[in-house]
């Protein structure tokens, strides 16, 4: 049995126009795992990263780059969401991956990413795969090993990021495409002067996670409700077509991506 303070979270795409999808997401995975101890409904997603991931997340979805970088050992990877959304794919090998969208303003008189030296940028933070470490490798190739930008601005979260560029207080950042895809369906004014200027280097698509105190039996539950076909309909209102089982090594791509970057003497997103 879980403890009673288990809590869930779907903090990564959680606009106020999916609180209807995610809470069907999760009814049907707790009613899929059948355990009553589960909780009822999805905690309200995080302002922030967590300083930890507590003992007491059962489920959850987390960026790759934090979950390597500052949550070694503090987490179990439970399945990758295929989403059917632009700049979204799956490898050869069957792993779903995601990527940014470098995004300017339609009227903007970009041409390619090397047009933005010395432009401003704005970044969700620097903790974000999809914001900073993506982009950090795609401008890693141009930046000839040193700062690129003008300036670069943490805007808190992706959505800001975008209202930054459209209203001109940035001219340029990374959004992940899956935060994109989702924007223009449910937000469609918030993308209209916006368009996609180039898409970063791909990584593995945001997990589900548990928190490593969850029983590894309860985990393989998860696992198995996460891609039963029972859940298609659920996963089909998030846009996932499928959720791949556990590859936790996979995630080792976003930290060759940053060592890829520092062999290019361009560490540090500037």
């Known amino acids: 049995m879980q403890s009673r303070r288990a809590e869930a979270f779907l903090p990564m795409y959680a606009l106020p126009e999916m609180v209807t999808a995610n809470a069907a997401f999760w009814a049907a995975l707790r009613q ?3 355990l009553p101890d589960l909780p009822a409904k999805l905690s309200p997603a995080p302002a922030a990263l967590p300083a930890s991931i507590s003992a007491d997340t059962i489920f959850s979805q987390m960026c790759g780059y934090p979950l390597k970088r500052l949550y070694t050992g503090q987490y179990a990877i439970l399945g990758t969401p295929a989403y059917n959304l632009p700049g979204c794919a799956t490898r050869p090998d069957g792993m779903p991956t995601h990527c940014s969208f470098v995004i300017v303003a339609r009227n903007a008189d970009f041409a390619a990413p090397a047009d933005l030296r010395g432009k401003k940028f704005a970044v969700n933070g620097f903790d974000s795969n999809s914001g900073m470490n993506l982009p950090r490798r795609l401008f890693a190739e141009i930046a000839g ?6 300036a670069v601005t943490v805007t808190g979260s992706h959505v800001a ?44 698509a945001i997990p589900f996670i548990t928190s490593s105190a969850t029983p590894a039996e309860t985990a393989a539950a998860l696992t198995r409700a996460l891609t039963s076909p029972a859940l298609a309909e659920a996963r089909a209102g998030l846009c996932i077509s499928q959720i791949t089982p556990p590859r936790p090594e996979a995630y080792e791509l976003v930290l060759t991506l940053e060592q890829e970057a520092a062999a290019l003497a361009y560490p540090t997103l500037a």
Do not use: K, N, W
């Open 32 to 34: 899929e795992m059948g």
């Open 145 to 150: 090993g040193g700062p690129f930008f003008g």
């Open 161 to 204: 990021s975008m209202a930054a560029v459209a209203t001109g207080q940035a001219d340029a950042a990374a959004i992940d495409c899956v935060t994109y895809g989702f924007c223009a369906l449910y937000r469609p004014d918030a993308v209209a002067g916006l368009r996609i200027l180039s898409a970063t280097p791909a990584s593995p």
